[in-house]
């Protein structure tokens, strides 16, 4: 298996399981409802809707990315707000994230791993290639995945 297969598996597995650590992503957002996920129950804090339409940019991000594109986000494009809290929305909303999300591990899958030491088009860091920005996402999506778990918390649905 090549690395990048073993990155689209780990990138899968965060968002839709099974992942080794507990429930993925897609798992825990199971039943939540468009009332619950539109919550905001901690001040300051975003809440689960924000975080999975963060979620959808960065894979966004990161698949525009991989195609060669140095693509940065906006503070609006990072956590966009909140237009529609309708169950139809929220449905569109997942169903959006799981389309960005099967294309990111399709590409990641068949991107070449010769390619995984370049670094990412518009990052100056150093550090910052393929590998490690890939490797980042499944990072990325359980991160906020544990606070999807405690936001579900205030308001079970």
């Known amino acids: 298996m ?13 968002f839709e399981g099974p992942a080794w650590h507990g429930d993925s992503l897609l798992e825990i957002l199971a039943g939540v409802r468009a009332e619950t996920a539109a919550l905001r129950p901690i001040q300051n804090a975003h809440g ?9 940019a960065w894979d966004d991000v990161v698949l525009r990315r991989t195609g060669g594109a140095a693509v940065t986000l906006t503070d609006q ?5 909140l237009q529609d809290a309708s169950e139809n929305a929220w449905l569109r909303t ?3 994230a799981k389309k960005t999300h ?6 990641v899958a068949a991107f070449p791993d010769s390619r995984l030491e370049e670094q990412v088009p518009g990052m100056t860091e150093n550090d910052y290639t393929f590998y490690y920005m ?18 579900k918390k205030f308001n079970p649905s």
């Open 2 to 14: 090549s690395e990048t297969a073993r990155l689209a598996d780990q990138i899968r597995r965060a």
């Open 134 to 151: 890939l490797s980042g996402v499944a990072q990325h999506e359980l991160y906020h995945a544990g606070q999807i778990a405690l936001l």
């Open 77 to 81: 494009q990072n956590f966009p707000a």
């Open 102 to 107: 099967n294309d990111l591990v399709k590409i």
């Open 48 to 56: 689960i809707w924000e975080l999975v339409l963060h979620i959808a």
């Open 94 to 96: 997942l169903t959006a």
